[in-house]
């Protein structure tokens, strides 16, 4: 009897990724330059803050758009409510209302790491070929980011909202990974720190649904439901805390770059020999059957049409029918 292979974690060396200013400036790195994550590459100007403000702003001083305003300032009032700017800003008048921005500022754009310079976009971007750690999603929003990422260890459900607590000051434009379930709670509080990213085993789709609604990347290792992230991927997920990542949402593929490349010895665990598996005593799988959906474990017996699995989680045996189950590399 065969089941189909997933492989979720894969090494690869010559990967391009590309790091692009947010506005013109001016890139100062030229082709064939070694990086290492903090090289700064370039700089541009960018404004950091905006505020919108609706078209119906009544301004209450001789100041109106096209002005500065300081942090505090009054700007006008709207719906019998004073707008206060929340920063130092210029006020813009636009097609939908007015727009507050704060004002430009040096932005650096760091390499993220290790590697080599393969192209320059002039006073745009570069192309550096580096080696990553690819981890791939079962599920995620369908989205491009990049930031620091934090990594939980791997609390319980009941301990994640203290590690969040925990982390509250320093969690604004990070990638967090909370732990094995990401829940509605946690969602809603890593969105209200600002947070660009939030990793998990599993989560239920109410979450999903807040993570696409406010913008925010959510990433699910093992799948919907209450689903432990699989041993192995934490393995790798401790190992790089603080490191920044890139995730490409539309390949559901969270890339983590690395020091060195690997050698040949690592690079051979890519590969597989089949698509299917034969199944056997102690091989590791995928289980895709309720209640279990996302669980990882072995097999212990094998029968018809159903297999025994010992769940990696809390070592329980439980039947799975064919084919809710996929072979994991």
Not at 59 to 77: A, L, M, P, Q, V
Not at 91 to 103: A, F, I
Not at 189 to 201: D, F, H, S
Not at 262 to 273: G, H, R, W
Request: proline content about 4%; overall charge neutral.
């Amino acid at each position: 009897m065969y089941i189909p292979t997933l492989k979720k974690v894969l090494y690869t060396n010559n990967v391009q990724i590309e790091r692009a200013l947010p506005a013109v400036g001016k890139i100062n790195i030229a082709k064939g330059e070694k990086t290492e994550p903090f090289t700064r590459l370039g700089m541009s100007k960018i404004s950091y803050k905006q505020m919108e403000i609706s078209t119906e702003l009544e301004f209450i001083r001789t100041k109106g758009w096209k002005n500065f305003y300081y942090s505090g300032e009054k700007i006008g009032k709207w719906n019998s409510k004073y707008i206060i700017a929340p920063f130092d800003g210029y006020l813009e008048k636009t097609e939908s209302g007015y727009l507050l921005k704060e004002e430009d500022k040096v932005f650096w754009l760091l390499a993220g790491v290790w590697g080599e310079i393969a192209n320059v976009h002039e006073n745009k971007a570069v192309l550096i070929k580096t080696q990553t750690t690819d981890v791939h999603f079962s599920a995620c929003c369908d989205k491009a980011i990049s930031g620091e990422l934090i990594v939980f260890p791997n609390p319980s459900e009941i301990l994640e909202m203290q590690y969040l607590e925990k982390f509250e000051k320093y969690a604004f434009g990070k990638i967090l990974y909370v732990g094995n379930y990401a829940s509605v709670e946690i969602v809603e509080k890593a969105i209200g720190l600002g947070v660009v990213g939030i990793l998990a085993g599993g989560a239920d789709e109410p979450a999903f649904a807040i993570a696409k609604k406010n913008k925010i990347f959510l990433g699910l290792f093992s799948g919907f439901g209450k689903a432990p992230t699989p041993r192995q991927v934490f393995d790798v997920l401790k190992e790089v805390s603080n490191r920044y990542v890139f995730i490409q949402g539309e390949r559901n593929l969270l890339r983590i770059p690395m020091p060195t490349q690997f050698d040949e010895t690592m690079l051979k665990q890519n590969a597989l020999k089949s698509l299917l598996k034969p199944i056997k005593k102690g091989l590791k799988v995928l289980v895709l059957q309720e209640p279990y959906f996302g669980y990882i474990g072995e097999v212990d017996t094998i029968k018809g049409s159903s297999i025994v699995v010992k769940l990696d989680e809390n070592q329980e045996s439980v039947e799975i029918f064919i084919p809710n189950i996929i072979a994991i590399e």
